[in-house]
């Protein structure tokens, strides 16, 4: 059973574009990180929300926490060719545990 | 502070053989976790490990197990392999239940690939 879905699954833009992944789950989560992996390596954390309603910005990406803390949106602002990678959402079930849930990842490539 | 190291980075066994995969966590962190990443199921939750004690385990059958060490670095073992084990397996490390968010820092992987 998957618990956390994302889309879409791939996304091809133009530079200068804006851009929203969404992550959903049935299940409420303690908190919930946003990665980016290159290929051939680890994910890269990006961001981590926990409180419900939470929004936070890293340069040109937003990130929110739904109210319920059961899903999840990036937004990217006028995107660029080093944005290209694999987004990736993840949630904690627990405090607890660091046993993290992962979406299912959305591609992402930005042509100049 | 280093990162999370993982070696090998690259492995190539047969079917049958059994494998070890070694992680050190960053400096001061004393929990790891294991994930295994495929094209087709994405990123799944092999185990997590905290102060040498398995505290979680994933959906993933006996010939996978795992260990923790009193400085914090793990292994990862992989019996009789099948050609289906063939992925890219992460190690993830926190500070432990004192961060309170759950936030992990991920290894480059260990690309294994079953022959």
């Not at chain 1, 919930?32 to 290929?39: A, N, V």
């Not at chain 2, 500070?95 to 309170?100: A, D, I, L, Q, V």
């Not at chain 2, 290894?107 to 260990?110: L, N, Q, R, S, W």
């Given at each position: 059973t998957q618990l956390l879905e994302q889309s879409p699954q791939f996304l091809s833009i133009q530079e200068g574009e804006n851009l929203t992944v969404y992550c959903n789950s049935s299940s409420v989560f303690s908190s919930?990180?946003?990665?980016?992996?290159?290929?051939g390596e680890g994910p890269v954390l990006l961001v981590t929300v926990v409180t419900g309603g939470e929004v936070k910005k890293l340069k040109r990406l937003t990130f929110q926490f739904g109210d319920a803390r059961k899903d999840s949106s990036l937004h990217i602002t006028a995107a660029q060719p080093g944005d290209t990678g694999l987004y990736l959402c993840a949630g904690a079930l627990?405090?607890?545990?660091?046993?993290?849930?992962?979406?299912?990842?959305?591609?992402?490539?930005?042509?100049? | 502070k280093a990162g999370v190291t993982q070696t090998p980075r690259y492995l190539i066994k047969t079917r049958g053989q059994q494998v070890?995969?070694?992680c050190?966590?960053?400096s001061g962190h004393r929990s790891v976790s294991w994930y295994q990443q495929t094209p087709g199921?994405?990123?799944q939750f092999l185990f997590e490990y905290f102060s040498e004690t398995?505290?979680?385990k994933g959906n993933f059958p006996g010939r996978f197990s795992g260990r923790q060490f009193s400085n914090s670095r793990s292994e990862m073992n992989v019996s009789t392999l099948e050609l289906g084990d063939s992925a890219l397996y992460l190690c993830a490390s926190s500070?432990?239940?004192?961060?309170?968010s759950n936030e992990q820092f991920f290894?480059?992987?260990?690309r294994l690939t079953v022959l």
């Open positions: 919930l990180q946003w990665y980016r992996q290159e290929p627990s405090y607890n545990t660091d046993k993290l849930i992962f979406g299912t990842g959305t591609r992402l490539q930005v042509f100049p | 070890t995969l070694s050190s966590p960053i199921q994405g990123l398995q505290r979680n500070p432990g239940r004192t961060s309170g290894g480059p992987g260990t």
